[in-house]
């Protein structure tokens, strides 16, 4: 037997990472931060995020104020790809500030963007 879900869960589900990315910005925009996001284009290959070298998996979404923020963003039910999860490590191993938000977490975004570094 399938559980139901409940109104908020639907709600979350249906969020999407456009979407989820716009609220975030939106709200590190409201707190002080500088954003930088890099935009997929079409291609004839299907979407493509231009990279170079070793960038396949970049996290979504890098904010600066007084100190720097590196975040994934996925949709409610997303997971991290190989590459991604990779580069989390990476900028974690380099004692970087790294987040996996989903819209679930918009409390925790909130907290962390509204915190400062003394």
């Given at each position: 037997m399938?559980?139901?879900l409940s109104a908020t869960e639907r709600a979350l589900r249906a969020i999407t990472e456009d979407e989820?990315?716009?609220q975030?910005?939106?709200a590190a925009h409201a707190f002080g931060w500088s954003v930088a996001y890099f935009r997929a284009g079409r291609t004839e290959h299907g979407w493509r995020t231009p990279v170079g070298a070793d960038g396949k998996g970049w996290p979504d979404l890098t904010l600066v104020?007084?100190?720097v923020i590196f975040a994934e963003l996925k949709r409610q039910t997303g997971e991290?790809?190989?590459a991604q999860e990779e580069w989390i490590l990476r900028l974690e191993g380099a004692c970087q500030e790294t987040y996996v938000w989903r819209p679930g977490d918009i409390d925790e975004v909130i907290a962390v963007l509204r915190r400062y570094r003394t």
């Open positions: 399938t559980a139901r989820w990315r716009d975030v910005t939106e104020r007084e100190r991290l790809e190989p």
